[in-house]
């Protein structure tokens, strides 16, 4: 129902920055949460951040609180991740999606989501 394209990754050092963006298309809800997940081979998914349809709540994963910032735009049907201070355990495949759940309810949600079709990320040493 809904489409959701991530662009923006590629291949960076350890400490620069990126940012992600993703598109949402098609039957979009804007009372919806969009967030971002990522997934390094081998690994189980881990959740990242979410921000809430008023683009004010959010909630972001321990392992990049701190250097990593979700935003949306509404009028775009966009959501943003700011990634500073990359380092190596970085390196996966980041996923953008969408659910009704709030933020704070992402790390334990973990059916219903519509997700995009990643871009990756790969930093090096």
């Known amino acids: 129902q809904v489409q959701l394209v991530e662009s923006g990754g590629g291949l960076v050092q350890a400490g620069d920055s990126l940012r992600l963006s993703c598109a949402a298309s098609?039957?979009?809800?804007?009372?919806?949460?969009m967030g971002w997940f990522r997934q390094g081979a081998g690994k189980e998914r881990d959740f990242l951040a979410a921000?809430?349809?008023?683009?004010?709540?959010?909630y972001y994963g321990d392992s990049v609180k701190g250097r990593f910032t979700a935003s949306r735009d509404n009028v775009k049907n966009t959501v943003y991740l700011q990634m500073n201070s990359l380092k190596p355990e970085d390196t996966a495949v980041y996923y953008c999606?969408?659910?009704?759940?709030?933020?704070?309810?992402?790390?334990?949600?973990?059916?219903?989501?519509?997700w995009g079709q990643g871009t990756q990320v790969t930093v090096s040493s």
């Open positions: 999606a969408t659910h009704r759940a709030p933020p704070v309810a992402w790390p334990t949600v973990k059916n219903g989501y519509d």
């Open positions: 098609g039957r979009t809800f804007s009372n919806y949460a």
């Open positions: 921000v809430h349809w008023d683009g004010v709540s959010s």
